[in-house]
């Protein structure tokens, strides 16, 4: 190789060096870097680089970046020849009109690209750092490698940006650009200036249709607001920072927001993304869109009317479906219904907006929603409400208030700029104390009706789309314990001609003249987490407790269902503190239990009073026959005794647990201790026993009891029978078939055999409740002796047995005749009712004189 030639090889390798010094950081390492973007434009000039190649201006702008400002351009070279250009023969310049030069260098994207082929087109794009914001008088020259000029470098041409040259596009025209390898079109939509509680914000619309075959988003770019004069202000994605994916072939409106000072001139906007080029710690400007001018938004929606809103591409509609108000002391308490629905064909997002009243006076009165507020999701065509209760003085312009609806924009700022970056006029946003930017939607008016209290036996219309007409059927105060149980059944009816609606799991708040929330609030239904046919209904019961002592003048029962802490609305109902009382029964009539599954009819039996020397005893015994057609577990019954004076005897159960088949009876028992005398004229009140919503099982606390009705009891105290055949000791018959007392003459002691037949009714099952059966034995002296029939000792159960007793009495020894005398006695808790008497003569075997025979 000659001397010149290793010379001309040196300078070449030294101003590729010089042009390109992020070279060697690219070749060091592999580097992620920013997606590019290519706009559709007319060329601003052509420059001809000889041999067939060309160079063509397609874009060029001027970002302010670590103090100083980058040029960015992108050249597209074209090459009509038959060799490649190299791009390293090409060195563009960036001359500002005080004729300051500065080389041009890829960025870091386009530091790879070495040539252009033959019949090809390729577009690089440049940067420079200069000291100047505006394009205007701004020449980009190119010099080309040329060994036989002084140099080396030969000026072949420039480009001079024309002075009314501006890279952004006009307002509503419609650009194709390539960014992350996605083509998509971008078009300007709005500018609102929204001034709202003492703050100034700009809210930019942008359509962006995906030409693409993969979703994209503009989370890897920078929005920029930015003025005439080059100050920039950080935007905000309405979406979060993630921004909102836009689908292929989908166009979608994407909004932008960010504080602006009150002084700020809101003419001559324009949006502008970047980019980071995390190499060069620059960045970048990739396209500019001029703003239309500034609108103010429409924030007020008249009663009836409905507010338009744009999600995720779908048209949503939001109105006020319903606003009810009652006064509670000198609150008013409103209850509003905000109904959305997605007008569009694609599923929608409703975001947890936020709410608050404004009265004409100025003051607001802002809803504060016992949990977070989940976002909606709207399928095509469908409609969901929200419901909310917001109180205010009732001192206020009732018919003057306005609803305002308010948006808590993306609390996450797009990506940061580079690294000691220094872009003066860039602000955060208009923000709360937890970062969010507050932006009114619409301030709905409310016209409202004065909630009425729901009536017995009225269907109400649904309060939701999806929900159900509904009926308060009844409303019963039932005492439980040292509490009251208030017990309110609704039916509800799905209005719908063709579909079925689900019932779903449901849960209750319940409050006492809008103050006091009741514990132990809980809804009891079959048909929870089941689909109603059209026109079909489900009974829904509303249980919770109140002190006993406390008159209520209203009832207010709020049911909702609940996915994890997210409440959603769906039946909110006011009632009278009135209640229903309990319904009476005929004497004689059954009380009926119609739960499928457990149907069956309760009868009384008998009722019994054992009478006691402070107190007596009321017992009941019904007599439960199943009207299942399997084998089933019986409802399990709870009652209280009433006296006709109010007073309320709670009664303890016995019940058996063994399964009923068809048409199979049980006795179930309930007892109390009453004052004496209370026993003569009382009553059972009986119902369904329930425990944790549903119906009590064998082994469960019983906390609460459904469909309570009131037996008119027949109490008598049992005659005594004058014999001891077929006493009834239920469930089982008792006799004394033989009875038989011996004494010898001059004896002390008598001895006496008694047998017992018991017979069981087997048409019945009955468990035990802690009968005795005594046997009381009376001598003609008058003395007593009791024994206690043992089951399996003393009696066969059932079956036949005889047991032997003695008496012993000094006495006896003179006794040449006799009798005695049984009675049998049923004792329940210590108290006693005699079944029966009968007296029995005694044998006195005499002995025999030793002189008789003489």
Known sequence: MNTKMVKVTAILLGAMLAASPQA??????????????????????????GNSVSAALEHADVWQQNGSHVAVFTLNYKNKGKSTARLVTYFPRVVLPDGSVTAANPVTRDITKK????????????????????????KV??????????????????????????????????????????????????????????????????????????????SSYNPYLVTGSGTSFLLQREAGKDGSPVQPKEKKLVYYITEIPSYLKTTDLRFQWTENDETLKLALPVAAFKLPAATAPTWDIAPGSVKTLTLQGNRVDARVRKATLRASDDQAVWNIEIAFKNKGNKPAQVPAYEYAIKASEGSFHPYVPADKTAAITLRPKEEKTISMEISLPLNLKQDRLKLQMIESSGSDLPAKPPADSDESGSTTTATDNSGRMIVPIAYFSLSYQEEHKASIGVEYDAQTANGFAYTVESMQRLPWQDTDLIVAKLRLRNTHDSNSSLLPELKVNVKADERTVLAGSEVIADEQGSLIAPGGSAEVYVMTRIPYTKNIRSLRFELFTQKDTAKSPFLTLTTSGTMRSIEALEKGKSYSIKTPGKRADAQERRTVIYDGTDS???????????????????????????STDGNIYEADTVQPETALQPGAKQSVVFW???????????????????SGGKLAETGKDITGVLAVKKLQLNPVRPAVSSGLTQLDWFPYKVSVTNAVGHLQEGSSTISLKVTFDVKRSESITAADAGHKLILIITDQLGNTQERTLTPGTDIQVPGTRSASFELTDELYKKLRSGGFKLTLVDEFQNERITLGSQSYGLKVQLNEDPYEDR
Not at 193 to 206: E, F, L, Q, R, S
Not at 634 to 642: D, E, P, S, T
Not at 672 to 690: C, H, Y
């Open 24 to 49: 060697d950081a690219a070749a060091g390492k592999t580097q992620t870097v920013p997606v590019s973007a290519k706009k559709t434009l007319t060329p601003i000039g052509n420059i001809g680089l």
């Open 115 to 138: 040539g252009v082929e033959p019949g090809q087109s390729l577009s690089v794009t440049y940067y420079a750092k200069i000291s100047t914001s505006s394009l205007s008088g701004m």
């Open 141 to 218: 020259a190119m010099d080309v490698w040329n060994p036989k000029v002084k140099g080396y470098l030969q000026r072949v041409g420039a480009y001079k940006l024309p002075t009314n040259y501006s890279p952004a596009v006009a307002p509503g025209t419609s650009t194709m650009l390539k960014l992350g390898g996605t083509p998509v079109t971008v078009q300007t939509e709005s500018l609102q200036i929204i001034k709202y509680n003492g703050k100034v914000m700009a809210k930019v619309g942008m359509y962006i249709t995906n030409r693409g075959g993969m979703a994209w988003t503009d």
């Open 616 to 642: 007596d005893i009321i017992y009941t015994e019904l007599t439960l026959t199943s009207g299942e057609q399997r084998r089933v577990q019986a409802a399990r019954l709870k009652g209280y005794f009433q």
């Open 672 to 690: 109390a201790r009453v004052p004496k005398g209370a026993a003569s004229d009382i009553s059972l009140a009986v119902g369904t026993a329930m």
